[in-house]
């Protein structure tokens, strides 16, 4: 599991509050914390500041309650808890495993569970409404997808098909074939 987690565990950056006009950047990887900033000032005094760094350790970071602030000040109370769960080793393994697993697992669950999964997450919103998703659950709830099937897909989306009953797509199916015959012999 660890080969999922990859190098960086999290990073996000952002303006900070008003009214500050600074730039941070907050981000951790496996063994350090790093928060950055970038002065944003008209005043003249103020130009030739560089940007800051700070680097601590996972450890340091859960002690450092001057850094912990500041991150909750400029990103909010769910970022902190996630980075202090992050540096205590809480992983997300879940949301680390590639779209062709997340597919293969989701195969398996009931529609129902589907829509509360797509719920949960920016990313697991996306796949639910995938196309990819949408051929896999067609495929495996029709007994055949015909050519004509596919091509109606690719025009409507697999999505629609699935919810389609199966009265209605020979319809549209057998319309599409007399559209594309009319086309062919003008």
């Given at each position: 599991m660890?080969r999922l ?7 996000v950056s ?7 006009k ?8 496996q ?5 950055r ?13 560089r940007p ?5 350790s996972?450890?340091?970071f859960?002690?450092?309650r001057?850094?912990?602030?500041q ?15 992050l ?14 697993l997340?597919?293969h ?9 589907v ?9 697991f919103e996306?796949l639910?409404s ?5 051929e896999?659950t067609?495929?495996l709830h029709?007994?055949?997808v015909?050519?004509?099937m ?6 409507v989306?697999w ?9 209605q ?6 319309r599409?074939?007399?559209g ?7």
């Amino acid at each position: 599991m660890a080969r999922l987690l990859g190098e960086t565990l999290f990073e996000v950056s952002s303006q900070g509050p008003a009214p500050i006009k600074d730039y941070f950047c907050f981000h951790i990887n496996q063994t350090e914390v790093i928060w950055r900033w970038w002065k944003v000032s008209l005043r003249p005094d103020s130009r030739s500041l560089r940007p800051g760094e700070v680097r601590e350790s996972h450890g340091e970071f859960l002690e450092d309650r001057r850094l912990q602030s500041q991150v909750l000040m400029v990103f909010g109370p769910d970022v902190l808890q996630y980075s202090k769960c992050l540096c205590e080793g809480q992983y997300d393994y879940l949301q680390r495993l590639p779209d062709s697993l997340l597919l293969h697992i989701m195969a398996h669950l009931e529609l129902e569970d589907v829509t509360r999964l797509a719920q949960t997450c920016h990313r697991f919103e996306q796949l639910c409404s995938s196309e990819q998703f949408w051929e896999q659950t067609v495929r495996l709830h029709c007994d055949t997808v015909s050519p004509g099937m596919e091509d109606l897909a690719r025009d409507v989306g697999w999505r629609c098909v699935f919810f389609t009953n199966k009265l209605q797509l020979q319809k549209q199916i057998r319309r599409r074939r007399a559209g594309n015959k009319l086309t062919r012999f003008k």
